[in-house]
Structure formats: C-alpha cells, structure tokens
C-alpha cells in the first residue's frame, strides 16, 4: 500500500467538477471495460469478504467436537463437513484471486490504452495549434502537460478507480458479515471506526501541512541550486562560494525541518493503523471471549471476526489516500483538457491552388496585422515583388522583421488585406501547399536527433543519399561532415557540443537547397558564428539567392545595397519602403542609420543588429 | 551505497535508538497472539471469564505500549534520513561549489542539479523505509518463526511452503518485469526528447509541411513506450492476487490441518489462532523484504550518481602558503608558452591551447579573436584558474597565478561572462555580489558608466526592483549590462569581458565604451570579440587559430601580416574600410 500521500497535494484543480464531468465523457468509450472492471472487483472483494466466515465454521465445528468429547457425548470431529467446506473456501479463493486478476489486467491495459491516446492526441493538438500559442508559453509548460500531467493521470486514475470500487464493497460486504455474526461484537468495534478515522485524518492533515512546507522549502533550495550551478563561474570569480554556501546551508536548514516532520507523519502512518487494527482486535478477543463463554456467539465466529476487523481499517485508510490522489489527477486532467480544447488554426481549403509550377511573384494588398488583434501593428501595407527579386528586410532589433516572414507563411493570420502569391490569395491553398513554395532558414537552426543525412533529408523525404550529398556540397558543408566520426551517418543530438552552432546552420541551408523552393526565406543574423564558418555561410547564401524570390532578414551592407526592394522596419511597422539609393535620398529613417555608420566610424556589422 | 554507510556514521546513536525501538516493537507485536491463545484455551474453553479480562488488559497495554515505540522509532528514523539526506546535501553542494570548469561541463549543469535535488530525496525515502523494513521485518520474520515452531512444529511446514512460493513468485516477476521496467525510463526520456523537438522546431515543421512525419515519430515513440508499460503493467498485474491468494489459501490450510491435529490432541484450539497470526505476520515480514528489494535498485542508482560528485578528481590544487600580492598591483598579465588541454580530454585530442605567449598591459586594451573552437574563452578560464595550465604559466605582475591564494587573485579580476548572470534578489544585491561593502555612490556610478542608470531609475522601485530567478525580467542587453555594472562595482585592476557587448544596441554600445574607456584607464582589459569593430582600436589583438597564436599586434600589423586576420577581416568589412585600415 501507498503511503506516499504528499505529492500532488500542491497542485488543485480550478473547476473540479467541470474536469470530472469532463473526464467522464472522455472515458466514455470504455464504459463496457470500466463496468467489467467493477464487476470483477466486486466478485474478488464479494468472495474474500465470504472466507472469513466459512473458515469460522470449521472452528465452530472442530470446537463442537473437542467439547462434545469432552463431555463425553462422543461427538467425534466431523471431518467430511470440515473437509467440504475447506474445499468450498479453496475455490472460492481461487475464483476471487481470478477475478481480481481479471480485474487488474483489464484496468492496466485500459490506462496504457488511455495514456497512448491521450498522448497522441496531444501530440496532433500541437501541429494544429496557431502559432502565437507557442509565443506566450514556454516550452517546459507545454512538455509537462505532455508527459508529467497524462502520467499523472492515467497512474492514479487506473488504480484510484478500481480502489474506490474494491475499498467501498470491502467495506460494506464486511460491514454486513461482521453485523450478520454479532451486532454487539459490531457495535465494540465501530468504536474503533470512528477512532481510526479520526487519527487517519488528522495525521493526513498534519501531514498535508508538512508536505506542503517540504515541497516549498525543496523549491527555494533548488532555486538556489540552479542559479548557483549555472552561474558557477561567477560565483567563483567573484569569490561567492561562501555566501553561496551560507544561502544553501539555511534553506536546507529550513528544508531539513520540514522535511523530517514530513517523513514522521509518513513513518507513523503504518504504525497508527497497526494500532488501530490491534485495538479492534484486541476488543474482540476480550469481548469475543466473553460472549463465548456466555454462549452468544461460536468461537469460529469471534475468529472470523478477526479477520474481518483487520480487513477493515485498510480499505478505510486506502480511502484517505485515493480521494487524495484523486485531486491531483483531477488537476492534472484539468491541465491536459485544457490543452486539448485550445482553439486551433482556422481550418484549410478543401480545395488547393496548387501548380506544379510557381514564378515566385508576391504582391502584399493592404496587410493589416497585429498579434493581438487591440494592437494593429502592420497597417495597410502593400508591396509588389516580381520574381527573382531580393527584398531586404531591415530594422534595429525588436522592429518585427520576422513578422512579415512569418505572415507570408502564414504562421498568423492577417486582420485585412490579403498576400497574393503568383497572383492567387495565399488563403486559397493549403497551408501545406503553400509552405511549400517557401525554404526557410531561420537563425536558430533546428536540428533533431537522426543523423546528419536524415536532418539533411528533413522536408524532401523521397530524395535520395545522393541527392542529399549534391545539396551538402551546395551549401559546402559536404567537406567537413565527411571529416566527423560516422560522416554523414553522425546522429545529431540536442546538445551535440562538436557540431558548431554555424554548422548546424549550413545544415539547415542544405536542408533547403534540397528542397529547392520557389521562394526563399533567409535569416543573415549569424551573432555567434565564428568568422570562418560565416564567410562559407555568406557564400552559399548568395549563391542560392540567384534567380530566385529571396527575403532576407539583412544584416549585411552589401546584401543590402544589392537589394530590389528594401523594407525598412521600426516597432513592427515597415516605415519605408525602396531601393537603396531611393531610401538615401528620401532622408528618412533608413538614411540617417546608414549615415551615422559613417559618421560615427563604426561598420555595418554594428549597424543593424 | 558505501559513501552513504559513511553519512549515516554521525547518526549512530540514533539510529541505535531506532533500532531498539524497532525491536521493541516487533516482540511486542509477537507477544500479543500468544495471549489471545491464552484467552481462548484458558479462558473462552474453560469459561473463565476473570482470564479473558486479565489477558486482555495486557493485550491492551501491549498494543499501547507499542504504538509509543512505534512513534519512537519514527521520530529517530526521520531524524536519521532527513539528517542523512541534510549532510549529503550540503557536503554535494560544497564539492560543487568548488569543482573546476571541466567537472561542471562533464557532469552538466542540469545533471548536478538532479544530483543535488531528486537523488538525494530519492536516498532519504529510500534509506526511510530501508531503516524501518531492515530490522523490523527479519525480527518478525524469524522471531515469527520461532513462535509458530514452539506453538506447533508440525505446522510449520505451511507457512515455510507459504513463504517459498511467495518469495519464488515475487523473483520471478522480478526477473520477467525488471528488464523491462528499467527500459521504461529510457522510452520515457526519448518520448520527452521528441517532443521537446517537435516544440522547439515548430516554426519548421510548419515550414516543411512534416507534420505528418513528427506524428509518426512521436507515434513510434509513444507506442515503444506504451507497449513497454502494457507488459510492465500486466507482469505486476499478477502481484496482489497472487498475494491474497497465497495468504487465504495459507489461512485455510493451517485452520483445516490445525484441526486435525486439535482432534488427535497435538495442540489447543487457541494454538490456531496464535498461529494464524504468526502465520500472517512472517509471509508479511517476507513481503516487505521482497519489496524492498524491488525499490532499492532505483535508490542505489540515485546513490550511485550522488557518489560520483562526491568523489570527482580534478579542481584546482591551491597552495597552503600562497604568496601576498603586492600592495601596488598593477594588473600586468603574462602568458608564457602556456599549453592547454581539458583533464578528461581523450588522447588523440589536441590541445586547446599550444604555446602560447602574450601579455596585456596596465592601461592597454588587448583583444582575443578567433573562431570558435580557437580556445578564446579558455584563455580567460586559464585566468581566473578555472583551470590550471598544463604547459608554461600564466602570470601576473610577474607572480605565477599558482602561488597566489585564490581569493586574493579573483579579488583584482572583473569578470564580465559570455552568458550575463543575474541572481535572484535586487538590482542593488545584485550589484553588491561584487562587493557588499560598495557605498551607494559606487553603486550609481557603476551603473552610470554601464549605461545602466536610465533603465533602473525608469523602474518603479530604482535599485530595489526585484531580480527574478536567471534576471528573466530583464532584456539580454539590461542583463549586460547589470553584469558589466556589477563588475565595476569590484574595482578591479583587471577586467576580462567575454563578448559582453553582444545584445546591446549600437548607440549603447559606443556609449558604453566610451565610459569605459574613461573609468578604467589604468585597468589591465582583455576583450574577447566575434567582429572586428569591435576590436579594431585595441592596443592589441591576439589573434588565435586552433589554439594557437596565428599573429598579434595592432589592427594594421595584423592586416599586413596575418593572413587569418585579413581573412577575417574581409569577411566582416567591406573592401574600402580594410584598405583604410592599412
């Protein structure tokens, strides 16, 4: 039995009853496994609860013989009537045994059924899901409702449930036997009952005070053990050890006296019911006893009962801490629906523009757009790009220049106007056909764990090991993949601390070149690259920008100065709009930043960041 | 588990306390069926009621009397395991706290972290429970045994058989399911990794239109696991009948043998009945042992990992009789033919830095650049000794850093980091990290020239704004330059910015050097940079390639004579801006 009673407590549910209700209709499918699983439940707890009582009969029985022998009657034991009903008792105890078998293996394969499908369906919520849900939460947010929160659930609500079932007909069907043997033996030891309950809740109530003090004593102490760890080198060139040591020694102090009354309460528990149990049995020995001789009940009965006392107090306290856990399932399934009900992306057309072919024109009609709708960011903005043209993308940092890359994917959706490509509203594909016209490579490079060919291969899955080395040679990554341990078949990991992050770049740009987009997206913020791995990034970046619609996020002078169009952006509007030299006779925005370059002697690489 | 032997050490005396207290316990819970057999064959059979009274008024204080002990034992054993888990935090914590840069990066920050959390509370439960079944159980156990055998040796072969079976299913199960349960926590891992993946790679799944392949990689992995869980699931599926079953039938047996060997005059009725609850109280005893047995494992791994920190080689060896620094410190550092590789580091890897040789004056401003990889931070890491060397030596104003104590060096060092830290407190606590004696004019001062007065003075609460945890409620560039202003505060005669200029804005950026120029004008500063402006005007730069010096001097030297530097040069300027430059 479980007396780990602390965890979860913390978290509650909002609306506890709309979750239940909730998590009834989504168990609904089940509902003939779920009464199966009752059922069974109450056949093993139905049958169990009968032992007792029969094996008392045999007591009664061979009691009967030895007094009659005694006496001198010559009553011998009757061992046929004994040896049925051990027999009876056997099978009985084998049918129960079976079907609680029954019982669990159905509930486990019911809740790894759940678990998968919950899961999956999560899964599937997060590629329909808008993007700007991303933007307001972080990841770990999103994970822990994936994992943590449906363990939670499908953990505690398979075992709670049955629980609920097997302690309530327990209780009851050994209510009704111990009644059916002595309602005086009953009445002693329901005073055990209440007792019983009454430590039971408040040691759960202590203890819940406790847990609740370790759990956030244990949050302070690993809040300092994270800053403290991931700023280790500060720490020590400012000579912090002490007083990092000082902070921690305290909030273990205060951890340490949470945590040993936390662990107390747990520790007592078990032994607060022995004590309970013993009473109860200790009162029906003396009154059992008593009874006997005054010849109320059989001494099989008074056995029985015995037992049935010790069967009693667990389901009770088994009780406790089910309902308890079934708090923290109800918050977890709280966290896990209210993903699933999050309001998707608007669904697609059913019948696509799509060509086989695209030019790669793209004319932007009156855009008007804000990530909240209250806050109109781009307003009426209307641009046309012919094919093969180069738009630079320009602004300080924060201006919103991966907004306009964003809308043209339709990451968002716009508030008016509309985005034409080749002449044909971006609304009247599928957001997959239009996707496709587009390569995107962004600054922060995405890799997944496979390897290098199949990150390569990522976005053209029929392309061929050839075809994915032509387009590393392309993006002239092709040298040193086949330098590192494994070539091309090296598996990429998250961490992958060899891999330089400009490295993981230029996978990306192959990743691209091998999908051979109408469109290109391009991202030159290369902050943290080393300069040699730039110089192979730049080069390629040009060469694939050749004779096709590029965007570029531009960093750069030259990809600047080359631009057809320039968009200049300020505060997520795009305030100026031509090429270079028609934006430095203008005088505006864009001149004085490419004036106060030269002024103040400082290069374009400072320039625009 | 050793290393943890060696904590419990100091709790001794309690734990011997526990132990008695335990023990104490367990005859009592072993007394008490002897005298419900006294009840029913002296007083029940006889009819004397007077017996049942007496026996039952012990029965009570019996019961009594062991719920103290019960809460004794308790009490001792909380104080052990949480005392225990205590110590090994706090020792994990100081070993920590003092490891050097290459023990931080083997065991990863995220990993010291479980180590110092999860593991040990996952120790203390552990050694809870371990405390409690590991003497309370065999007492029961064997005493269990003795009992029955004195009651009835003829029935002692039930509970044996009992016994066998339940223990025999209990290994079989653990070798069936055990495989396979340490598995799940492998599937689990690669679940979580796919979709940690799918989140942080949103924008391009969307982009490449893969959903469809994320879902079939997320399937599979949700599958693997399910899969795994079902069979888990099911093995375990088996314990709790199995369980009941053994005890109903084990109850059944020894009341129908029990019997006969009442009506051959062997034993008393009562003899049943105190042998029923020996009977149950040692397939228990067992059962818990089993159990234990099954828990212990993932304890032992946690122990295990707790172990590693504690006993990890490497740090830096300080000298016991370190030599003063002179009370006019300059500030002038000296490289000298210094070689470098990481004290894990594989055989066939190269050094990260080779025979290297510079020095930055006083006064001067000497930049490192290089690509990464070319060994810049580590450098700044030999500095601070983070690191030792492992060639050569690394001086300043003359003095081996090795013979200097380590607090007075880091004293005269201002450290400005790749990665700004902050720590959760104030903006002022954060500023007084560097010096918790600084007046508040020092304060202000700093943060003036680190062009960080504005935006503070802009916030409700000035310097009291409060820092969350990682200064997630300041922008990059704010974090800068807080660290930048923190760093000030030190009065330091050596300052060491790691690309810490990298997320602020232009105009912050000229500004902020221009003060600094101003402040620290008799300050030692290395400056390790990505570009080229922003080092052009230094008074030095070294220029390093795969940990070694590819040429130093000034920006036109190196432009006339260091092809590495002209090949990053004409990388990051344009063509009239590098002829300028020459």
Known sequence: ?609 | MSKIFEFMKPYSGMILCAALLLFTEAILALILPSYMANIVNDGVLPGHISVIWRNGLIMLLITLLSVFTALGAGFFTARTATGVANDLREAVFKKILRFSSAEVNRFSTSSLITRTTNDIMQVQSALTMAIRQFIYAPIIGIGGIIRALERSPSMTWIIALATITMVGAMVILFFVAFPKYKLIQVLIDRLNLVSRENLSGILVVRAFSTQSFEKKRFDKANKDLADTNLFVDQAFSFIMPTIMLILNITTALIVWVGARQVSAFQIDIGDIFAFLQYGLLIIFAFLMVAIMLVILPRAVVSAERIKEVLEAEGGVPYKNKPLPLPDDFKGEIEFKNVSFRYPDALESDDNVLNDISFSAKPGETTAIIGSTGSGKTSVFKLILRFFDVTGGAVLVDGIDIRDIHKEDLHNKVGYISQKAVLFTGTIRSNLLYADKNAADETLYDAAETAQSADFIKEKEDGYESNVAQGGSNFSGGQRQRLSIARALVKKAQIYLFDDSFSALDLKTDALLRQALKKKMKDCTIVIIAQRISSIMDADKIVVLDNGNIAGQGTHSELLKNCEVYKEIASSQLSDEEVNNGL
């Open chain 1, 1 to 609: 039995m479980d007396f780990e009673m602390g965890e979860g407590l913390a978290k509650q549910a909002k609306d506890p009853k709309q979750t239940v209700k909730k998590l009834i209709i989504y168990l609904s499918p089940h509902k003939a496994a779920f009464i199966v699983v009752f059922l069974f439940a109450m056949f093993s707890t139905v049958f169990s609860v009968i032992g007792p009582r029969l094996l008392g009969r045999v007591t009664t029985a061979l009691v009967d013989g030895v007094v009659a022998h005694w006496l001198g009657t010559g009553l011998l034991t009757n061992f046929p009537y004994m040896m049925r009903i051990t027999g009876w008792l056997i099978g009985l105890y084998i049918i129960s045994a079976l079907c609680h078998l029954a019982q669990e293996i159905i509930i486990s394969r019911l809740s790894v059924k759940v678990t998968y499908k919950l899961r999956t369906e999560i899964s599937e919520k997060m590629h329909r899901l808008p993007i700007n849900y991303y933007d307001t939460r972080s990841h770990g947010e999103v994970l822990s409702r994936i994992t943590n929160d449906v363990d939670t659930m499908s953990q505690t609500l398979s075992t709670n449930l049955t629980q609920l079932v097997t302690s309530v007909t327990t209780i009851i069907g050994v209510l009704v036997m111990m009644i059916s043997i002595s309602i005086v033996l009953t009445a002693a030891s329901l005073v055990v009952i209440p007792l019983s309950m009454w430590l039971m809740m408040a040691v759960l109530k202590r203890s819940h005070v406790y847990f609740s003090e370790q759990q956030e004593a244990l949050g302070t102490l690993s809040g300092i053990v994270e800053e403290t760890y991931s700023g280790h080198d500060i720490v020590r060139a400012y000579n912090g050890e002490i007083r990092a040591e000082e902070k921690f020694i305290e909030a273990n102090k205060k951890l340490r006296q949470s945590a040993w009354k936390a662990d107390f309460m747990t520790n007592i528990v078990e032994p607060i019911f022995n004590f309970v149990g013993n009473l109860g049995y200790v009162l029906v020995c003396i009154l059992g006893g008593y009874l006997v001789v005054r010849r109320a009940v059989t001494i099989g009965d008074v056995q029985a009962f015995i037992q049935y006392i010790q069967t009693f107090t667990q389901p009770l306290a088994e009780l406790g801490v089910a309902s308890n856990q079934m708090q923290a399932t109800i918050a977890a399934a709280e966290r896990v629906f209210e993903f699933l009900e999050e309001e998707e992306d608007s669904p697609d057309v059913e019948k696509s523009f799509k060509k086989d072919h695209y030019e790669g024109n793209v004319s932007f009609q009156n855009v008007r757009f804000g990530y909240n709708p209250d806050k109109i960011i781009l307003n009426d903005f209307s641009a046309e790009i012919s094919a093969g043209q180069t738009v630079a993308i320009v602004g300080p940092t924060g201006a919103g220049k991966t907004t306009v890359v964003k809308l043209l994917m339709r990451f968002y959706e716009l508030n008016g106007g509309k985005i034409l490509i080749d002449g044909v509203d971006a609304t009247d594909f599928t957001r997959g056909d239009l996707r496709d016209i587009f390569g995107m490579v962004l600054q922060d490079t995405w890799i997944y764990n496979a390897t290098i060919m199949e990150n390569i291969r990522y976005g053209s899955p029929n392309a061929t090991d050839e075809e994915v080395i032509a387009a590393a040679k392309a993006a002239h990554c092709h040298n040193f993949i086949r330098a590192l341990p494994g070539g091309y078949n090296m598996v990429l990991n998250e961490e992958a601390s060899n891999i330089s992050q400009g490295q993981k770049q230029l996978f990306t740009i192959a990743r691209v070149i091998l999908k051979n987009p109408t469109i290109l997206i391009l991202d030159e913020a290369t902050s943290s690259i080393d300069t040699r791995t730039e110089i192979l990034i730049q080069k390629t970046m040009k060469e694939i920008m050749q004779n096709r619609t590029s965007f570029v996020i531009a960093h750069r002078l030259s990809t600047i100065r080359n631009a057809d169009v320039i968009l200049v952006m300020k505060d997520g509007d795009i305030i100026e709009k031509g090429n270079h030299n028609e934006l430095l006779e203008c005088g505006g925005f864009y001149a004085d930043l490419y004036n106060s370059q030269f002024s103040e002697g400082i290069t374009e690489e400072g320039m625009i960041s």
